[in-house]
């Protein structure tokens, strides 16, 4: 019997025994020693030492990358649950204070006496700044006492027992949906975007057009839309009315209304 | 006279009414200069059925309130004109711009609010004390007609869609709101990507440790 003098190789540790680092595959093998090779007969791949740390910082960026992403993924969730969407507007300009009683419609003798050249029935509106145009058709006041806004949100209401456009007289006052649980996003989105100086054009069927330009925005609890919003006297202004503020999904609706001012523009 | 305003009677005993009573005659003779004048209107031009109903009430009562003013007016030596204020001049050129439903809502508008002048005028005979009693007897019948109008018109203003809105309800979707939450679509994004990232380098770590 004779004796190999050639110094065995020490007999690699499978994984899954003391000493091998965690998250080493089944099958794979550490070699202390920077031995390299395959085990005989098991298919198992042996590493050497500078493979076995590049292996391990792979695994411990790998867990790194997707501890972050995992933390990031409960961030956004946590958001999604906590916050609660909203539209908001922030307070532009100043809104005049109009010369008439809360009491809308009224024509008592006392407010400013204005012989108007006689306004016209809205069609369209038209902001030129943004290129967006809308229809506008009249509506009135429903049974429930709420403006009556058409359902298309790219359709405006004119609210038809105001003041008519480039009256001399009184609010003409244009509503519209700000998005529609069916039609989605609409045209008066835009609202909270406008700027001070804004040209708005209301026209008539004939072609004609009436021009404002905004001078301020407000935003309101929608109970406490100021009485005077759709009073028929005091000085001529456009009032363009849609919903902000949050949305309660368990009631479809906004909380609050983004009112819009403009006066007429100087031609 | 270019207007309905009241003013003393011409040779007549002008000293027999002060301002306040010839204030009173002159507004109650313009509201009902006015009810006369919308009433015309509101046959001519109206489409629905509360103002086609309700516009020649609203000329009858104006003119037999326009009469019993005048009459009273010309007792008290107070001469009144026949021609609208400006007011309700441009109330009337507002009107005459419109048609169809927007005509029929504002006519409902604008009837109850001159309606409601009238009674202005007629309480100011009534609360005049130089005022006679026939004119005050005159004011007190007029206002019991002019309140049963404006019940007939109130309910007709209501059904038309004409009354003024008490809130706007605007928004049904909760797109508008939803589009503004980028951050939590940021977040939740990003995760995704880190956490394929990681999910990647731990399966290259992992080919490259096993025996294929």
């Not at chain 1, 695994?59 to 909203?86: H, I």
């Not at chain 2, 009573?21 to 002159?26: K, P």
């Not at chain 2, 516009?55 to 019993?68: E, I, M, W, Y």
């Not at chain 2, 940021?186 to 990681?198: A, E, K």
Request: charged share 15%; hydrophobic share 40%.
């Amino acid at each position: 019997m004779t004796t190999d003098p050639r110094p065995h190789p020490r007999p690699p540790e499978v994984d899954g025994g003391a000493g091998v680092s965690e998250g080493t595959a089944a099958g794979a093998v550490d070699s202390p020693e920077g031995a390299t090779g395959v085990l005989p007969g098991a298919g198992v791949q042996v590493l050497t030492g500078p493979q076995r740390s590049r292996d391990r910082a792979r695994r411990r960026w790998g867990l790194v990358l997707a501890g972050a992403g995992l933390v990031l993924l409960a961030l956004a969730g946590a958001l999604l649950l906590v916050r609660e969407p909203a539209v908001t507007a922030a307070p532009l300009g100043t809104v005049a204070p109009r010369p008439v009683p809360a009491e809308s419609g009224d024509l008592r003798p006392g407010g400013p006496v204005r012989l108007r050249h006689s306004g016209i029935m809205p069609v369209g509106l038209e902001l030129p700044a943004r290129r967006t145009t809308a229809p506008v058709v009249p509506v009135g006041t429903g049974p429930d006492g709420g403006l009556q806004i058409p359902d298309p949100p790219q359709t405006v209401g004119w609210w038809a027992p105001g003041a008519l456009a480039g009256s001399g007289t009184g609010t003409v006052i244009v509503a519209g949906h700000v998005d529609s649980r069916l039609a989605g996003i609409g045209m008066m989105a835009v609202l909270p975007q406008l700027t001070v100086g804004e040209p708005v054009l209301l026209r008539g069927a004939d072609g004609r057009a009436v021009r404002y330009r905004v001078v301020a925005r407000r935003e309101f609890r929608k109970a406490a839309l100021p009485a005077d919003t759709f009073a028929r006297t005091g000085s001529p202004r456009l009032v363009l009315i849609t919903c902000g503020g949050r949305f309660d999904p368990t009631v479809g609706s906004y909380e609050d209304n983004i009112v819009v001012y403009a006066d007429p523009a100087r031609p | 006279m270019p207007t309905g305003s009241a003013a003393p009677a011409p040779g007549g005993s002008a000293n027999q009414a002060n301002d306040a009573t010839r204030a009173a005659y002159g507004q109650a003779n313009q509201g009902a200069l006015a009810l006369v004048a919308l009433g015309g209107l509101g046959t001519d031009k109206g489409v629905g059925d509360q103002v086609r109903g309700l516009a020649p009430d609203l000329t009858s009562q104006g003119q037999a309130l326009l009469d019993q003013v005048k009459q009273a007016a010309t007792a008290a030596g107070v001469a009144l004109g026949d021609q609208l204020g400006a007011q309700q001049q441009a109330l009337i050129a507002d009107l005459q711009a419109r048609s169809g439903q927007p005509f029929d809502t504002a006519w409902l508008q604008a009837a109850q609010t001159l309606l409601s002048q009238a009674r202005d005028a007629a309480n100011a005979i009534l609360n005049d004390p130089n005022a006679s009693p026939e004119a005050k007897a005159a004011a007190r019948d007029a206002l019991a007609k002019l309140d049963a109008l404006a019940k007939q018109l109130s309910s007709a203003s209501s059904s038309a869609g004409a009354s003024t809105p008490g809130s706007v309800d605007a928004g049904t979707g909760g797109q508008a709101a939803a589009s503004d939450d980028l951050l939590p679509i940021v977040l939740g994004g990003s995760g995704l990507v880190l956490l394929g990232g990681g999910g990647v380098v731990a399966a290259r770590s992992r080919r490259s440790r096993t025996d294929v």
